[in-house]
């Protein structure tokens, strides 16, 4: 195979593996809204409000390095803390949000999402 043709296969290989990445594998679910836990649907409200937020960190960029959601450009996720009952810490669950109405729920800090559903 020639340099040029060589190169072209490398190309192509390389457009196909981010399109294939840039998909992102699908939440493993959904959950209504209206299952989620008081906290959660409380964060939740916080968020849809604009805050005020009780966690220093809550609206922080969230990367997805574990690239478990759907791929987007950095900064397209916010991550938001939902008060674990007995934990003095911030816990292990979260609310990562997207554009208006994309939200994912996880209560074992990035291991496992399911998006939330009817959440406006």
Known sequence: MNGFRRAWVGLLLALLAGTLWARGPAPLGTI???????????????????????????GIVFSNRERLLPWRPRGYYREYTVPTPGRRDRGPRRIVAGQPSEYYWTTDHYRTFVRIQGAR
């Open 32 to 58: 209504p809204q209206d299952q989620l836990p008081p906290e959660a649907r409380a964060t939740l409200a916080l968020i849809q409000a604009g805050g005020p937020f009780p966690y220093d960190r809550d």
